[in-house]
T-cell receptor
Framework: DGGITQSPKYLFRKEGQNVTLSCEQNLNHDAMYWYRQDPGQGLRLIYY???????QKGDIAEGYSVSREKKESFPLTVTSAQKNPTAFYLCASRNSKTFNEKLFFGSGTQLSVL | KNEVEQSPQNLTAQEGEFITINCSYSVGISALHWLQQHPGGGIVSLFM???GKKKHGRLIATINIQEKHSSLHITASHPRDSAVYIC?????????????FGKGTKLSVKP
């Protein structure tokens, strides 16, 4: 079955540590997105990529980094510069960059600080 | 920038009740999305609509473009419908292809 796989489901970060969240899709989608969800808030865009080897900052990119070396993969690194990383992180993809395409989501990663 | 408001924030219903969740937005749009977030966190796209009404099983989504308002209805609600329902609209002034998401409506259906 086609879909988006995020791992791990739970992740703990120590102070000063960088951690990487994995996102893999086998839907052959061009566009991929990373969102952050905080309690009581709407999803906010961290980074997005429309094509391999290209990505753009979203609304809250500070303290995060991404890469898009393969169409299927869009990992997110939460760096030590992100001072408040505790949140639920969702990866999504769609067939094209237009607004009128459905978004497909992964099951999310809950990141907590030790 | 588009503003999205959902109501109610929380909703408790008895099994079998008819449910309505509302979404209002401030800027005219080409399409609106309804999403369902399961208790485990995963999100599923329910509907994408630009006019009129769409139906899938017991779920019905309507949109009034002139009034900038959409509703999600659930007929004969069931405990398995318990989830957070989120509406989202295009962010025309922001990152290309991105959506602005409402804060969600948490629905709990009691048996």
């Amino acid at each position: 079955d086609g879909g988006i796989t995020q791992s791990p489901k739970y992740l703990f970060r120590k102070e000063g540590q960088n951690v990487t969240l994995s996102c893999e899709q086998n839907l052959n989608h061009d566009a991929m997105y990373w969102y952050r969800q905080d309690p009581g808030q709407g999803l906010r865009l961290i980074y997005y990529s429309q094509i391999v080897n290209d990505f753009q900052k979203g609304d809250i990119a500070e303290g995060y980094s991404v890469s898009r070396e393969k169409k299927e993969s869009f990992p997110l690194t939460v760096t030590s510069a992100q001072k408040n990383p505790t949140a639920f992180y969702l990866c999504a993809s769609r067939n094209s960059k237009t607004f009128n395409e459905k978004l497909f989501f992964g099951s999310g990663t809950q990141l907590s600080v030790l | 920038k588009n503003e999205v408001e959902q109501s109610p924030q929380n909703l408790t219903a008895q099994e079998g009740e008819f449910i309505t969740i509302n979404c209002s937005y401030s800027v005219g749009i080409s399409a609106l999305h309804w999403l369902q977030q399961h208790p485990g966190g995963g999100i599923v796209s329910l509907f994408m609509l630009s006019s009129g009404k769409k139906k899938h099983g017991r779920l019905i989504a309507t949109i009034n473009i002139q009034e900038k308002h959409s509703s999600l209805h659930i007929t004969a609600s069931h405990p398995r419908d318990s989830a957070v329902y989120i509406c989202a609209v295009p962010n025309y002034g922001g990152s290309q292809g991105n959506l602005i998401f409402g804060k969600g409506t948490k629905l709990s259906v009691k048996p």
